[in-house]
């Protein structure tokens, strides 16, 4: 039940979200071209009618790709509310399935979602980059820059993107929470709820880790020290409010369910 | 097994106000039953929680002997009383969903169904009529072949021509095998579909009984009787 349910969120996301990642692709080639010309124009002092616009269309391929990473998010999110928590509702919580595989199906596919939407950001930002810059590219990374990254890759670093990576699936399944909750405890305004709720759950979760960071620092040897403490106190709060944002979501759509 | 639901001492409240008090029933299979009573009496909230969309405060709620969960949703086809399918989808799109969800549904006779009303499987449900929103609906729920259909208010809101349609397509669907419990106010309209009657007063039965058997014994229709009955109970 569970595979289905993934391949039905898929279906219902991949047409919109596919088609804003191909502009958002389309949208790095043209800042690549923006960008070539403002880099030609500079070199070769030569007047070209689109180089008055180009730096504005720069502008606007980076605001696209900004509104494209948290548009893409938010279309996810509302999803999410709209599929379990409005009328559509009555036919997801009838169908055969239990509440955990149905929260579970969809955060699978928002977390797929936010890979192929990093990625596209990364590959429309390297299109600008490598495309726009041309030759200049070399001297801003040289050719052996991969390799010096993948060198100064040490234990501390894996620890640290692995907590990043923790945080992350842990955000999103207390995003999902809040507006579950939301949903669930609000008569009305049920999204701005979830705003609110998130708002809190965010201050909670962001003061205790200051206190931890803090308590750190004081006892810590050296500022690795201390970023490595916090790195995994982070984690293991990230994990905490994930498992703990899984289990009251599925709880709230077994027990509380308040479809309008 | 002959019962197909069975509800004992089942209650609702939300916060402080009881939507169904301490519910006992029992229903057969092979019946098309009535839901009848006023608004907030509680049909749709007895619907839902046969659902599995509301959780009963108290009381035991049974399908086919199970729980309600996952398994009783497999044995149950609900119709709410809204529109509950998403507008951006075909309606090939939605008999795609409907056959990968539930193991019961034919689509064949769904497709038959939807060529009858001169509804292309391209169409996107949410450019149809209201009328033939709610046609749809019906069409992919009573297209399945479940153990217990609940169809809250089918044919509230429609013109009379839709209401014949909903009405016929619940008669020719229906299996002997399975029951219908429709709920509805409109009692004048399904009285000549329906084997036996429920009446719902503040999350109480008031009454219940074989539609047959009232017109042979009182000379009276449903719909009388319900006035009758009604207008003695207080608070209405």
């Not at chain 1, 507006?179 to 709820?193: P, S, Y």
């Not at chain 1, 709060?237 to 498992?243: F, H, R, T, W």
């Not at chain 2, 969903?97 to 509804?119: C, K, T």
């Not at chain 2, 009285?191 to 719902?200: A, D, M, R, S, T």
């Amino acid at each position: 039940m569970f595979a289905k349910l993934l391949k039905h969120e898929w279906k219902a996301t991949w047409g919109i979200l596919g088609m804003l990642s191909l502009c958002a692709l389309g949208a790095g080639v043209v800042g690549a071209v923006m960008l070539r010309l403002l880099i030609d124009a500079a070199e070769t002092n030569q007047n070209n009618p689109l180089n008055a616009i180009s730096p504005s269309v720069l502008m606007f391929v980076l605001l696209g790709l900004m509104v494209y990473s948290v548009g893409g998010s938010i279309l996810l999110y509302f999803r999410f509310y709209k599929n379990k928590f409005t009328d559509e509702g009555y036919l997801t919580f009838t169908l055969p399935a239990k509440s955990w595989e149905i929260f579970l199906a969809s955060l699978v596919n928002i977390l797929i979602w936010s890979v192929i939407i990093g990625l596209v950001v990364c590959v429309s930002v390297g299109l600008i980059l490598v495309l726009g810059l041309g030759n200049l590219v070399k001297n801003i990374f040289p050719a052996d820059a991969w390799q010096q990254l993948l060198e100064s890759v040490d234990g501390e670093v894996i620890l640290n993107l692995a907590m990043n990576a923790v945080n992350a699936v842990s955000n999103v399944v207390v995003i999902m929470a809040c507006i579950t909750l939301g949903a669930v405890a609000a008569k009305k305004h049920k999204l701005l709820a979830a705003v609110g709720i998130y708002y809190g759950a965010s201050t909670v979760r962001n003061t205790v880790s200051t206190i931890v960071m803090a308590s750190t620092m004081e006892s810590a040897q050296t500022f690795g020290e201390v970023m490595t403490v916090s790195s995994v106190s982070n984690g293991i709060i990230g994990v905490l409010l994930g498992v703990g944002g899984f289990f009251l979501s599925v709880y709230l759509m077994d027990h509380k369910l308040n479809l309008p | 097994m002959d019962t197909v639901l069975k509800a004992t001492g089942l209650g609702k409240m939300y916060g402080g106000f009881a939507a169904l008090r301490s519910m006992d029933l029992t229903l057969p299979k092979g019946e098309i039953i009535g839901l009848l009573g006023p608004n907030g009496s509680g049909k749709t909230t007895f619907l839902k929680l046969c659902a599995g969309l509301l959780t009963p405060t108290t009381g035991t709620l049974e399908i086919c002997g199970k729980p309600v969960g996952a398994e009783s949703k497999a044995l149950v086809s609900y119709l709410p009383d809204r529109t509950y399918l998403s507008n951006r989808q075909k309606i090939r799109e939605q008999l795609d969903y409907f056959q990968d969800f539930y193991s019961d549904f034919d689509r064949n006779r769904a497709e038959y169904m939807l060529r009858d009303l001169g509804i292309s499987l391209e169409c996107r449900f949410g450019t149809l009529s209201k009328g033939n929103r709610e046609k749809v609906q019906l069409v992919l729920v009573m297209s399945r072949r479940a153990k217990l259909y609940l169809l809250d208010e089918p044919i509230g809101g429609v013109d009379p021509a839709a209401r014949d349609y909903i009405l016929r397509t619940i008669l020719n669907n229906y299996d002997p095998e399975a029951t219908v419990l429709i709920s509805t106010h409109l009692i004048a309209d399904v009285e000549p579909v329906l084997h036996g009657y429920l009446f719902l007063h503040q999350g109480q039965i008031v009454g219940a009984g074989r539609v047959k058997q009232v017109r042979e014994e009182t000379g009276k229709s449903l719909d009388e009787l319900f006035r009758e009955v009604f207008r003695c109970l207080p608070n209405y």
